[in-house]
């Protein structure tokens, strides 16, 4: 599928919306925004699984450099600062596992709390950064 095509094509949703934390939150975002959200979380998805599922390190690591490098140019930077490379060339791979398992908690934090909202917050650890309290992110 290209992206072009996830975009486009509203009818076929691979996210189930029952598991989604987002059904609760407030939907100013705009229902076709929050669809192509969805539809990139859904790729990105795609593209992180096919890497684990991979036993071509070039692959693995095209995975995880490209997908890195994407999200970088989201900012607004066109400079280059992740090239396609195996994982044993990667530096810093420790540290990378460590950010995104805490993004993880905070993801499932946020998707328990959809489902209990009445469930009592627990703060996070020292030094890491608050979930604002709407679940979404805080205005720049």
């Known amino acids: 599928m290209k992206v072009n095509d996830a975009v486009h094509d509203a009818g076929s949703d691979p996210i189930d919306p029952a598991n989604s934390c987002l059904n609760d939150a407030p939907h100013d975002l705009g229902s076709d925004k929050l669809d192509i959200a969805k539809k990139c979380l859904t790729l990105i998805c795609d593209i992180a699984g096919r890497g684990v599922r991979s036993q071509d390190p070039d692959h693995v690591g095209y995975a995880l450099q490209e997908l890195s490098q994407v999200l970088v140019e989201r900012t607004g930077t066109d400079e280059i600062l992740f090239e396609p490379m195996p994982p044993s060339q990667m530096t810093d791979l420790a540290r ?36 604002p309290e709407s679940g979404l992110s805080p205005a720049p």
């Open 96 to 131: 990378l596992l460590e950010e995104l398992d805490w993004v993880d908690s905070g993801s499932q934090g946020l998707e328990a709390s959809a489902r209990n909202p009445r469930a009592e917050r627990v703060a996070p650890p020292s030094g890491t950064c608050p979930v």
